[in-house]
């Protein structure tokens, strides 16, 4: 088996989501290497993680992008960047928990919003419905965006704990979402 970056922050996701204080030891025995192996890869534990992370946004932003541009049809494509956020927060998982949500506020005083064109379209696409009065006017922006978090936030929870079939947490996760924003 040859040994790259990539597997290794693989092995690192799936350590560190069965147990967020996997040590670089055992993050190598779930790679089936040795901890020099990874070390020659990453100085340390808080590299590889941040590796991770910038991982993890990378693939978010890729899956949400697509996602957004996958129809035409605004509900849609909402409902498609909920599914992309919830897949890879769940694949994920211990990251998710890492990087908390910035405030909404603080996104749109935020300059680097202008290069996050995840972030604003979803932005644009939750006012989009809400002029169109698809969704709840009396809800804020701040409050949904709020909500699309939360929401993902406790499927993955569910699906964490076993307490829901996997295959219906999709489904639960989207019906909620969409009921608490007036979504038909």
Known sequence: MKVTKEKLIDAAVVALNSDESATIEQIANVAGVTRRTVHRYF???????????????????????????????????LENMFYAALEVGIQYSFVKKLVKRNQYTDLMNNHELA????????????????????????LSIPWIYNLFGGMVDIAIEAQQAGDVARNDIRKFAWTSFKGSIGLQ
């Not at 808080?46 to 509900?75: D, I």
């Not at 290069?115 to 009396?138: E, H, P, S």
């Open 43 to 77: 100085n340390d534990r808080n590299t590889l993680v941040q590796e991770c992370k910038e991982t993890m946004l990378r693939v978010c932003n890729l899956n949400m992008t697509g996602a957004y541009h996958s129809s035409e049809q605004p509900a849609v494509q």
């Open 115 to 138: 290069y996050d064109n995840v972030k604003a379209d979803w932005f644009k696409l939750i006012d989009l419905l809400q002029q169109q009065g698809a969704i709840n006017r009396t």
